[in-house]
């Protein structure tokens, strides 16, 4: 049965877990120990996601079952590279403030 829905649509917990191959009580479990997975409850009180938690699912997916860590490992490496990513940012923002300055530079010595 080929899946119509969009990509980007909400999906049920049912259908979450079959796409990435984790049980639904591992999914709810997860719910609990990662914050970022945050579900949507609808009035049925069933479990929705959507594709950036289905993305973020199959992140942990990979650092528990591939990669090896622990629930508490992952949420370290996870909040870590957080804020590494925070900084990347910082860092290619004041990188790309340094080159103005020096294109600056260049120019002022070029034409004097």
């Given amino acids: 049965m080929k899946n119509s829905?969009?990509?980007n649509a909400y999906k049920t917990?049912?259908?979450v877990s079959r796409e990435v191959g984790i049980?639904?009580?591992?999914l709810r479990f997860?719910?609990?120990k990662f914050e970022k997975l945050s579900k949507v409850k609808r009035q049925n009180n069933h479990r929705y996601y959507s594709s950036e938690d289905i993305k973020f699912i199959n992140e942990i997916?990979?650092?528990i079952y591939v990669d090896g860590y622990t629930i508490k490992g992952a949420q370290s490496?996870?909040?870590?590279?957080?804020s590494k990513n925070v900084n990347n940012d910082s860092n290619k923002k004041f990188y790309s403030i340094?080159?103005?300055i020096r294109d600056e530079i260049k120019f002022?010595?070029?034409?004097?």
């Fill in 98 to 100: 340094l080159i103005e």
């Fill in 13 to 15: 917990i049912g259908e």
């Fill in 77 to 82: 490496f996870l909040k870590n590279s957080k």
């Fill in 30 to 32: 997860w719910e609990k």
């Fill in 61 to 63: 997916k990979k650092l």
């Fill in 5 to 7: 829905k969009n990509f």
């Fill in 108 to 112: 002022i010595i070029n034409n004097n």
């Fill in 23 to 26: 049980s639904s009580h591992i």
